[in-house]
């Protein structure tokens, strides 16, 4: 299992330059999200997902989309980037459906450094 | 008001020593669930420890074992004989509710620094 995977590892962008962050995971996990983590900062909640075709708002909305087509993609968009939008976003996924039910801890990817200028 | 605080922004250890990293907590849910992750500087995000409110005993996974203390609203991780390895980052996490697993708040973290 490659467990959640994300690309780009890294991106520049100017101001009002739109992108996609990609976001997959081969676990079967029903629940994904997206956060962002801000220098010296935990992370915040963007948007999230409890299954194929839902989605819903986190704590950080603003400026971003999410659609989720299927299971293991949830892909991030920047619609209009702002140098607010400078941060470190990490995908994650987690499921109920193993042993440890909602005990279940999620499980992060590497996280995209995206630099906004 | 922030439901997750971690009021030590910076921690240092001596290396073998335990030391106690903080994480209060705000919730009106009776179900919810704490965890702890580590972010060396490389950055990723490692899983822990959990504990559940319902859980009647603190939870222990190796070297960490989390304080659990309901009625204080505290969940503070705890790492025993700690090791050059042990330095990063570490975040409190919570969850709220039986159906909110892909919802997390985190508090701003402690820097864990362990001297040799």
């Known amino acids: 299992n490659a467990g959640v995977t994300q690309t780009p590892k890294f991106q520049v962008l100017k101001t009002g330059q739109s992108m996609t962050l990609q976001c997959a995971q081969d676990?079967?996990?029903?629940?994904m999200s997206w956060y962002r983590q801000d220098p010296g900062m935990g992370l915040r909640l963007i948007h999230y997902s409890v299954g194929a075709g839902i989605t819903d708002q986190g704590e950080v909305p603003n400026g971003y989309n999410v659609s989720r087509s299927t299971t293991e993609d949830f892909p991030l968009r920047l619609l209009s980037a702002a140098p607010s939008q400078t941060s470190v976003y990490f995908c994650?996924?987690?499921?109920?459906?193993?042993?440890?039910?909602?005990?279940?801890?999620?499980?992060f990817g590497p996280g995209t450094r995206l630099l906004v200028l | 008001a922030q439901k997750i605080t971690q009021t030590q922004p910076g921690m240092f250890v001596q290396e073998k020593e335990a030391v106690t990293l903080d994480c209060t907590y705000d919730?009106?849910?009776?179900?919810?669930?704490l965890f702890w992750y580590k972010q060396p500087s490389s950055g990723e995000m490692i899983f822990l420890i959990y504990?559940?409110?319902?859980?009647?005993q603190n939870a222990t996974e190796g070297r960490y074992s989390l304080n659990f203390q309901k009625a204080r609203k505290s969940a503070n991780l705890v790492i025993s004989a700690s090791q050059l390895g042990d330095s990063a980052m570490y975040f409190c996490a919570m969850r709220e509710g039986y159906t909110n697993a892909g919802k997390s708040t985190f508090g701003d973290g402690t820097t864990l620094t362990v001297k040799p």
């Open positions: 919730t009106s849910d009776p179900s919810y669930g």
């Open positions: 504990q559940g409110s319902y859980d009647q």
């Open positions: 676990m079967n996990h029903e629940y």
């Open positions: 994650a996924s987690s499921s109920t459906g193993s042993s440890r039910g909602w005990q279940e801890t999620q499980y």
